[in-house]
């Protein structure tokens, strides 16, 4: 199929590109490089420097290169920072899709696979998460996301573009080639890398006295190749889907603790660490159901271990200490 990958010069889009080449699916990417790397693209790979809310010139290119379907990845995505800018993450986020489905119906493309997440549930009520439990976002980042799936759903029923969105957490891990590059760096995975390279002074670790077996938070990692496949299922399947949203997770969470002690296992080096207090918001634990996605899609975690994810992460870092810009 010929799949335009939007934000396909960053973490989750790359690798999702990368896949779906080696897939033997037809790919285009755009990207505005706000947050991506142009390094990221794969050298052949047809390349527009676009943003999503240019309507018109979005248009032409779904024309130009005959996309079936869009698999949309651009959007803001640091909480803490939709909490001081709301305004800039509905416009990016809301103001994105809403543009690109216009796009997209008068360009006729049918098809959207969507990267959603997990924060429009939440605070949950129960975990790990189903995806039948209560979207009530705490965030805007979150609200943005939730308002992008309603959106969906109305050109759906009003347009017949088929969609599924994949709402998951924490993606970790690297393929061969593309791995996590982000600036600024929020993540624990590779912030815990860093420090345990010795290019920060100490690894903060928010909170330990949560409702836990050791005190910290625990969330949900997936790999990025595993999170990838999940798309790519998703695409294959989506003529025939009766349902439209899936969660992807382990469905098993590992703690801050957990995933630090997994950082020195790999490198063999110490994390350096110091403590901080909770973050407003943070719940005790996040753990996603994936049971639908597996029933339905018959997508598997192929890379579940934590080690695994770590040490990919790892090994990306190694081959490149300054990321895509060295």
């Excluded at 010929?2 to 779906?20: D, F, M, P």
């Excluded at 439209?244 to 997994?262: K, M, P, R």
């Amino acid at each position: 199929m010929r799949v335009l990958v939007s934000g396909g010069a960053g973490y989750i889009g790359s690798v999702t590109a990368e896949r779906l080449q080696a897939a033997g699916h037809q790919v285009s990417v755009v990207d505005n490089l706000s947050r991506g790397h142009r390094a990221a693209v794969a050298d052949g790979t047809p390349f527009e420097v676009l943003d999503v809310r240019q309507r018109e010139a979005l248009t032409g290119w779904l024309r130009a290169q005959r996309v079936e379907c869009v698999m949309h990845f651009c959007a803001s995505s640091l909480v803490g920072e939709s909490m001081q800018d709301p305004g800039a993450y509905f416009d990016n986020n809301v103001g994105g899709m809403i543009q690109l489905l216009e796009a997209m119906v008068a360009a006729g493309v049918p098809r959207m696979i969507f990267s959603s997440t997990a924060a429009t549930y939440g605070e949950p009520e129960e975990v790990p998460i189903p995806e039948t439990a209560p979207v009530r976002p705490t965030n805007p980042y979150g609200e943005s996301k939730a308002i992008s799936e309603r959106l969906l759903e109305w050109y759906r029923r009003i347009h017949g573009v088929r969609y599924a969105a994949l709402r998951y957490f924490n993606a970790a891990g690297a393929s061969a080639e593309r791995g996590e590059d982000h600036d600024p760096e929020t993540h624990l995975i590779p912030l815990a890398l860093r420090a345990a390279a010795g290019e920060m002074e100490a690894l903060a670790v928010f909170g330990r006295d949560y409702p836990t077996p050791d005190g910290t938070c625990i969330r949900d990692y997936i790999h990025v190749l595993d999170l990838a496949d999940a798309h790519i299922r998703a695409l294959e399947r989506l003529d025939d889907l009766d349902e439209a949203v899936f969660n992807l997770g382990n469905g098993e969470g590992y703690s801050v603790l957990e995933v630090i002690a997994a950082v020195e296992a790999v490198t063999e080096r110490k994390v350096p660490l110091r403590d901080a207090p909770r973050r407003p918001g943070d719940p005790a634990r996040l753990v996603a159901s994936s049971q639908r996605a597996r029933r339905v899609l018959g997508w598997e975690p192929g890379h579940a271990r934590l080690e695994q994810i770590v040490a990919d992460a790892w090994r990306w870092k190694q081959r490149h200490p300054h990321g895509y810009e060295a």
